[in-house]
C-alpha cells in the first residue's frame, strides 16, 4: 500500500500531484493508494484553523470526482499530535502494509513536528520503503498553492484566483431556506443557501456563479452580505439569485459555485436603484458562467437530482 499523508481540507492542484505521484508508486508496484489523514483537522484541533474550505460532504464529492479512494481517517486530539513519528508510521505499516509514503515536502507530524523529510528519509532508508518528497507546487505567476493560500483568497472574495489553485471553483452544498420574501416582490427572487458555520463565508460582495440543480447548471447572481439597502443591522446571507430558474427551490441542497467578484455589497438609496444594479449583475453573471463552461467541466460527477 503506498500512502499519501497529509491534513487535506479539500483538494487543490498541489495534491493532485501528490495523488498522481501515489497512483503511479502504486501501478508499479502493483498495490493500491490511500490518503491517510485526520480529522478533525490538526489545525482546528490546535488552534489556528476557524472553518474549513471544504467540508467532509463537499471532500467526499470531490473524491468521487476525481476518483480518489475513500481515505484512512485518524482521530486527531492534542495526545495523538505528541505521538512519536517513528511510533505513528510503525502503526501506519502494521495497519495497512505500507510499501511507501508520498508526503509535500514541507509536511511535519508527531511530536514537536520532528516528523520532517529528513526524518522521512531515515526512517525509509532503514525500512526499504519508497518515499517521494513532492515539492510545493508553484503557479507561473510564482504563487505557492497551499489550502492557507485557497482559504485566504476565498475570504477576500478573490474566488476566480481561488479556482486557479484549486483546478475547479470553490463551492458549497447547502440548504435553501427562507427568507423576507422581499426577491420575489422586486422581480429577483433568491435562494438563501442555510451557511454551515464549520466552512468559511467568502468575503462580502457581489458574485458571478453557477448553480447545479436538476441536472442542469444555472447562471447564478450571488450576494455575500447583510442586505445593507433595506436593514440597518443584518445577519450576513449568502442568497443565489438564479437565472433564468422558475420554480421551487425550498428545502433543496444544491451545489453553488463561485466563479467571480463582481463588485462589492452597496447600500443603495432605495428598491429602484438595487433593482436597476441587480439587472447589470445578471448580464455580468451571464457573461462569466458562459466564459466559465470549461471551469464547470470539471465537476463530472454531479447528482441528477438535489
Ligand atoms: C446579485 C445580487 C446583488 C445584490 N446586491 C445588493 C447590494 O448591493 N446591496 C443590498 O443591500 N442588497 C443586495 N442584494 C440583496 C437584496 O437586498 C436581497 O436579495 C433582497 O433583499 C431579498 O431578500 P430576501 O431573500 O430576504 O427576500 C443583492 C442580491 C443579489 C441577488
Ligand atoms: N430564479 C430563482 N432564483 C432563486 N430562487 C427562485 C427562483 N425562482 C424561484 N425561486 C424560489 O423563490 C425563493 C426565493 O424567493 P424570495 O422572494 O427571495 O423569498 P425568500 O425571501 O424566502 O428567499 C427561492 O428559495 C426559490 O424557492
Not at 500500500?1 to 483538494?11: L, P, Q, S, T
Not at 517513528?86 to 502494509?97: I, K
Not at 443584518?234 to 430558474?245: K, P
Not at 436603484?273 to 462569466?288: F, G, P
Amino acid at each position: 500500500m503506498i500512502v499519501c499523508i497529509g491534513a487535506f481540507d479539500g483538494y487543490h492542484r498541489g495534491h493532485f500531484s501528490l495523488f498522481r505521484q501515489a497512483r503511479e508508486m502504486a501501478a508499479r508496484a502493483h498495490t493500491e493508494w490511500k490518503i491517510v489523514t485526520f480529522s478533525p483537522h490538526p489545525r482546528y484541533v490546535l488552534g489556528g484553523l476557524k472553518a474549513r474550505l471544504f467540508t467532509l460532504e463537499d471532500a467526499a464529492f470531490l473524491r468521487r470526482n476525481f476518483d480518489i479512494p475513500e481515505p484512512l481517517e485518524i482521530p486527531f486530539t492534542r495526545e495523538f499530535a505528541s505521538t512519536e513519528p517513528r511510533l505513528f508510521l510503525d502503526e501506519l505499516r502494521a495497519r495497512l502494509g505500507v510499501t511507501g509514503i508520498v508526503v509535500g515536502r514541507e509536511f511535519r507530524f508527531g511530536r514537536d513536528r520532528s516528523g520532517d523529510g529528513e526524518f522521512l528519509a531515515r526512517y525509509c532508508a532503514e525500512r526499504g520503503l519508497e518515499l517521494a518528497l513532492m515539492p510545493q507546487l508553484v503557479m507561473d505567476d510564482g504563487i505557492v498553492v497551499s489550502s492557507t493560500r485557497v482559504r485566504d483568497m476565498v475570504q477576500a472574495g478573490n474566488v476566480d484566483q481561488a479556482a486557479e489553485l484549486l483546478g475547479y471553483p470553490w463551492f458549497l452544498f447547502s440548504e435553501v431556506v427562507g427568507g423576507e420574501r422581499r426577491g420575489r416582490a422586486m422581480g429577483y427572487p433568491t435562494a438563501n443557501m442555510l451557511p454551515d458555520e464549520k466552512k468559511l463565508t467568502p468575503g462580502e460582495g457581489v458574485y458571478a456563479g453557477a448553480m447545479w440543480h436538476g441536472g442542469r447548471w444555472w447562471p447564478a447572481a450571488i450576494s455575500v452580505g447583510r442586505n445593507p439597502t433595506f436593514l440597518v443591522q443584518g445577519s450576513l446571507r449568502i442568497e443565489a439569485h438564479v437565472i433564468g430558474f422558475h420554480g421551487d427551490l425550498y428545502g433543496r441542497r444544491p451545489l453553488l459555485a463561485f466563479l467571480k467578484r463582481l463588485r462589492l455589497m452597496t447600500r443603495f438609496s432605495g428598491r429602484m436603484s438595487l433593482m436597476k444594479q441587480l439587472a447589470l449583475d445578471c448580464e455580468e453573471t451571464r457573461r462569466v458562467f458562459d466564459a466559465s463552461r470549461p471551469l464547470l467541466k470539471v465537476f463530472h460527477c454531479l447528482p441528477s437530482f438535489d
